[in-house]
C-alpha cells in the first residue's frame, strides 16, 4: 500500500467520497489509486478554478467537505480566486495539492514555487506531509481543520514521492475526523442582546449559517416581538427562500443606500454574520455602514450556535408564533425581455426545492423580489466577491443533490470559468444555466460614474464594453457539449426554463438582453 | 490631476505603452484615465490569466515590460500561473493590482485578502503606493525592478483613493527607470571555462537570452574549435531557429533519455541557463541529469552578458567561423494526421519572421526537426511548467510585433486560458492559431505509466480522457469571433495553414488528430 492509497482510504473513512480533480504528472499515483477506491468519486474539472468552485458550492450544499486534487503552485494559484470565495462562505473544504518530491523541491525545476506561501493567503490550515506513514494522520487533521469551525480551506501538500512511497505500517482503523459542535454562545454578550432588544431601536442582522428557514422564523419572532428590524447580508453563502418562508430584508450593495438603510438604528445585533462594511471604498461615502454611535453586539460569531441563539432569545423574550407570509408566485411575463422581465420569468416557472447559484450581477436587481412566492427554494451568493464563481458552484452543488440547481450567469463573469460546463455535460447533471448577453460590463459602466470618473472618452468605455466580437454565449455551451437554447423575448425566457425543469441533465439558455442593460 | 493620471503619464514616459486589462470597480480611475493618456493602448482581456500570459508574450517579443492590470487578490491569483511562466522566463512585466482604498482595507471586506503575501511567492518585486504624490516615483522603481537584470515580475499595488487622490505637485519630468546593461562576467570564471574547454569533453549549454541567433553561431564556432557538444535548455523563453541558423541539440524533456544525453560530460558550461534538472521526479530516476562528479561552471548566469562571454571565448580560443547549416524545408505531407504529418505540415508552410508559442506538449515531438529548415523564425516556450500560456502569450507577441505568430495548443491545454482568443479577434491579431484535438491529457496517460502507477481501472482513465463530450475546439473559437476551419487530413491541415498565413487577422484551425495520440 503506497501513500496515496493510504490517504484515499482515509478520505473515503471520513466521508469525503468526491474529489474536484485537475491532475498533472505529480498526482500520477493519486490518479491511478482511485482505482482502489469505489466510493471515492473523481470529477475532472478543465480548469482549477472549476474545481475549486465545485468544492465550495459541494460544501454550501452538504456543509462537509469535498476534496479538490491540484497541481502544484500553478494549480492552486488557478483555483484561488473561488477558493477566496470559499474562505468568505466560510464553508469547509479540502485541497489536495500534488508538489514535486521531497528531495527534489530545492533544485528549482520549473514548476517549483513557495506553495505553502500561497496557501497561507488563504488564512485557513496547512501542512505539507513529507512522509508516507504520517498521511493518514495528516489527512484526518485537515479535514478536521476544515470542519472549524467555522469552515476554513485546508490545504494538504502531497509530494509525489509521500503519494508513491510504501506505508509501513497499516492501520486497523483510518483515523477519523469528529464533525465539531457550533461553538457556545457568549452569556455576558446574550445579556446585553435581550436588553438591547427591549429597550433600544434594534436591528437583528443574520448572516452565515442563520439563514436556513427555522432561524429566519425564530428570527421574525424576536423582531416581531421586540419591533426590531429583521436585516441579512448582501451575500448569503446559502439561504432558505420562498412563499412561507421568512424574508429578512437584504443589506443594499450600494453603500449610500445601505447607509441609509442602518441610519435609524442604536444597536445592531449579528447573528452568523460580521459586522456590515462597505462592499469597495467610494469618494465621499463612508466604508463602515453603521450609523456613528451605534452599539453592534455580536450575538452569535461565524461558526457559533446560531440557532441555539436564537432559539433562547424567542425564549427569553416570550416571542409569540408569527404567521409566515405566503403569496403567489409572480405571473409569466411576455414581451420585451429586460432584467424586469427576466427576474419575472426567473419567478413564475422555479419549481420547488431548487438551489440558485446566483451571479447575474447587474441583473440580479429584481430577482429577491421575483422570486419573494415562488416555492420553497435555496439561493446560494457570491461570497467573497471573486468573479467566476457561480459556474463552478452551481456544477458542485448538483453534484452534492439531487436537486435542480440553477444557474444565473452574465457574459461577463461566465468567462472566468466557463470550462464548468464541459463537466456539467459529463457527469450530465441537472444544471438550467441562464446565460444573460448584454455585452458590456454593465456593473463597471455604473461603478464608473459612481467612483466620479468622467466617461466621455473612447479608450476608457472601450474596456468595459464586450460586443466587439459579440460572445456567442449558446455555442461556448454547445461546444462543451450542454444543450443550447436562445431567447429573445421573455416568452420565449418561460418556455425555454419550463423546459430545461423537466429535461434530464443540463441545459444552457442564452437570454438576449438589450445591449449594456442592467 | 489625480493619482492615475500621474502614473499613466509615468508609464507613457517610461514606453510602457501596452496593458492587458481586466478591470474591477476599485480600478475605474484608472480606467477613466485612459481617455487622457492617448499613448498607451488598453486591451480588454476577458481573464486575468489571459493578461498576464499577453504581457509575458509581449516582453519576450519586445524586451521590455508591458503592463498588466488586475483587480485586487483574486485578479492577481487569477494571473498568477503565466506570472509564474513569465518569472521563469526571466522576463520584465509590471502589475498594476487595483486594491481597495487604504482607509478601507481594514474592515475586511469581501475582496479584501493579502496581496502582498500573494505577491511575494512571485519573487520579484512589490510596492503598495499609500500616497497620489508618490506614485509617479513607484512607477519608475517598478519599472526599473522588472529590467532587473534578469527580468522580473513587478507588482505594483494601487489603493482607489491613491488612484483618485489628487497629485500636489506635478513634476516638470516624469521620472524615469534606466535599461540596465547586463551583468559582468566573472573573469576567473572566464578562465576556468576556457581550460575547460581546451582540455575537458565539455558540453555548451544555453538558456535565456542566449538563444539569439547571433550567440547561437557564436557558441558553435566554439564548440567545433574545442570538440565539445552545443546543448540548450528543453523549454526557451524565445530562439531564433530556421535554415542557417545554429541549431543546438535540445535537452530531453523525459529525465531518462537527458540523463544519457549528458552522460560523457565532464564539465558544463553554461551560458545565459541555470544547471538543468529533471522537471520532475520519478521513482528510481535521478532528479539531477548530470553525471557523477561532472563540473558546472556558471559562465554567463541569467540576465548576465551572454552575448560578450561568447564573443571573448570566440576570441580567447580563436575559434574560426563555421558554416551554418543550411537545408530544404520539409515538404508538405498527405494522408492521415498524426503527430508526425501535423509537424510535417507546420514545417512545409511556415513563413519567414512567424512568431511560434508552442503548447502542443505531447504533439510537439517532431515539431523541431520539422522546422528545422523552415525560413529563420522564432520560437517560444512553456518556461514555467504552468499550463495555459500558449495562446496568451501569442496574443501579447501579436499585440508586441508586426509579425505573424502561430499558436501552437492541445486540446487539454487551450481550456485553460481560452478567453485569449476573443481578444485575438478584437484587436484583429495576425495569430494563427492550431487546436490540436486528440481528446485526452495524452501526457498524463504517458506519465501514468512512466510513474510506475497502474492503468486498469475506469476511475483513473476517467480523469485522464477529455472524449465524453468531445470539445468542439473550432466552435469555441467560432463563438469568440475567431474564424474557424476543422481539418482531418494533413492535406487539409496544408492548406488552412497556407491559407491563414495569406489572411489577415487570426484564424483558428482545429487539427483532429486520433484520439489519444501522441
Known amino acids: 500500500m503506497n501513500g496515496a492509497h493510504a490517504l484515499l482510504a482515509t478520505l473515503e473513512a471520513n466521508d469525503v467520497d468526491v474529489c474536484f480533480a485537475n491532475p498533472g504528472t505529480s498526482e500520477m499515483h493519486f490518479v491511478a489509486a482511485l482505482d482502489d477506491a469505489p466510493a471515492m468519486r473523481g470529477i475532472l474539472c478543465l480548469f482549477e478554478g472549476v474545481a475549486t468552485g465545485a468544492a465550495d458550492g459541494y460544501a454550501r450544499v452538504t456543509g462537509t467537505p469535498a476534496a479538490t486534487l491540484l497541481h502544484l503552485g500553478p494549480g492552486l494559484a488557478n483555483g484561488w480566486a473561488n477558493l477566496h470565495n470559499a474562505r468568505r462562505a466560510r464553508v469547509p473544504l479540502l485541497n489536495i495539492v500534488g508538489d514535486h518530491a521531497t528531495y527534489h523541491a530545492h533544485l528549482d525545476a520549473p514548476l517549483q514555487s513557495n506553495v505553502q506561501l500561497l496557501a497561507d493567503t488563504l488564512e485557513g490550515w496547512y501542512c505539507r506531509t513529507t ?12 479535514v478536521q481543520a476544515a470542519f ?16 508513491w512511497g510504501d506505508v509501513g505500517t497499516v492501520p486497523s482503523r483510518w483515523p477519523r475526523a469528529t464533525r465539531p459542535a457550533p461553538l457556545a454562545i457568549d452569556e455576558p454578550t446574550f445579556e446585553r442582546a435581550i436588553a438591547a432588544l427591549r429597550s433600544k431601536r434594534c436591528a437583528l442582522f443574520l448572516g452565515g449559517g442563520a439563514l436556513t428557514k427555522e432561524q429566519t422564523s425564530l428570527a421574525q419572532r424576536v423582531a416581531s416581538a421586540t419591533s426590531s428590524r429583521l436585516l441579512m447580508e448582501t451575500f448569503a453563502t446559502k439561504m432558505d427562500r420562498g412563499s412561507g418562508v421568512a424574508s429578512p430584508e437584504r443589506l443594499i450593495y450600494l453603500s449610500e443606500f445601505a447607509v441609509d438603510q442602518l441610519k435609524e438604528s442604536e444597536v445592531i445585533v449579528l447573528v452568523g454574520s460580521t459586522e456590515p462594511v462597505g462592499f469597495f471604498a467610494y469618494p465621499n461615502v463612508p466604508s463602515r455602514l453603521v450609523p ?4 453592534i453586539i455580536q450575538l452569535a460569531p461565524p461558526g457559533s450556535d446560531t440557532l441555539g441563539a436564537l432559539e433562547a432569545l424567542v425564549e427569553a423574550l416570550h416571542a409569540p408564533a408569527v404567521a409566515l407570509e405566503r403569496g403567489e408566485r409572480t405571473a409569466p411575463p411576455s414581451g420585451e425581455l429586460t432584467t424586469q422581465s427576466f427576474a419575472a420569468a426567473v419567478g413564475a416557472t422555479l419549481p420547488a426545492g431548487v438551489i440558485v447559484a446566483d451571479e447575474s450581477n447587474t441583473s440580479s436587481v429584481h430577482l429577491f423580489g421575483a422570486t419573494r412566492f415562488a416555492p420553497e427554494h435555496q439561493w446560494m451568493t457570491l461570497t467573497g466577491g471573486a468573479i467566476g464563481f457561480g459556474l463552478p458552484v452551481a456544477l458542485g452543488a448538483a453534484v452534492a443533490s439531487k436537486r435542480r440547481v440553477l444557474a444565473l450567469e452574465s457574459d461577463g463573469s461566465m468567462m472566468y470559468t466557463l470550462q464548468a460546463l464541459w463537466t456539467m455535460a459529463r457527469e450530465g447533471l441537472d444544471v438550467t444555466v441562464v446565460g444573460l448577453s448584454n455585452r458590456s460590463y454593465a ?13 466621455d472618452g473612447g479608450a476608457s468605455a472601450r474596456l468595459l464594453d464586450l460586443d466587439d466580437p459579440t460572445l456567442d454565449l449558446s455555442q461556448l455551451a454547445l461546444a462543451q457539449g450542454v444543450p443550447s437554447v436562445r431567447a429573445t423575448s421573455a ?9 430545461s425543469y423537466a429535461t434530464p441533465g443540463p441545459m444552457f439558455i442564452e437570454a438576449v438582453l438589450p445591449k449594456g442593460l442592467h
Open 131 to 142: 512522509s508516507s506513514d504520517d498521511l493518514a494522520a495528516d489527512a484526518a487533521r485537515a
Open 491 to 499: 416568452d420565449e425566457l418561460v418556455v425555454a426554463l419550463e423546459r
Open 443 to 455: 456593473i463597471l459602466n455604473m461603478e464608473l460614474t459612481r467612483v466620479g470618473a468622467s466617461r
Open 292 to 295: 456613528e454611535g451605534c452599539e
Open 148 to 163: 472549524g469551525p467555522p469552515g476554513r480551506v485546508a490545504t494538504l501538500v502531497l509530494p509525489a514521492d509521500v503519494s
